[in-house]
């Protein structure tokens, strides 16, 4: 299995900056991809922010040129830092990642409980 570990959430005001962290542990063989998405009240899950393994990461038109996505490999954690924030960025924000869990087999993707971020305005 694989545990994800998210921090950094909390209540901010808008324009405000917040950095979340997500430490990925556990069967991991090989990372495809690792990202962040939202769910805010009575909306669906949306994509966020991504970055697969090699490529070069991709946002949400919502939060291009606020929002920047990062990794670090050692350490299998990914980093999404979120500045100029707005009060529709209120959401909770999971993490996701996407690896291989042995040599032979398929990637899963796995996810973090979530992070509350509330933006007030």
């Known amino acids: 299995q694989v545990q994800l570990v998210e921090s950094g959430g909390g209540l901010v005001q808008s324009g405000g900056s917040l950095r979340l962290s997500c430490a990925a542990s556990?069967?991991?063989?090989?990372?495809?991809?690792m990202g962040w998405y939202r769910q805010a009240a009575g909306k669906e899950r949306e994509l966020v922010a991504g970055?697969?393994?090699?490529?070069?990461?991709n946002y949400a038109d919502s939060v291009k040129g606020r929002f920047t996505i990062s990794r670090d490999n050692a350490q299998n954690t990914v980093f999404l830092q979120m500045n100029s924030l707005k009060p529709e960025d209120t959401a909770v924000y999971y993490c996701?990642?996407?690896?291989?869990?042995?040599?032979?087999?398929?990637?899963?993707?796995?996810w973090g409980r979530g992070t509350q971020v509330t933006v007030s305005s």
């Open positions: 996701n990642v996407r690896t291989t869990t042995s040599y032979w087999g398929r990637a899963y993707d796995f």
């Open positions: 556990g069967s991991i063989f090989e990372i495809k991809a």
């Open positions: 970055i697969p393994s090699g490529s070069s990461p």
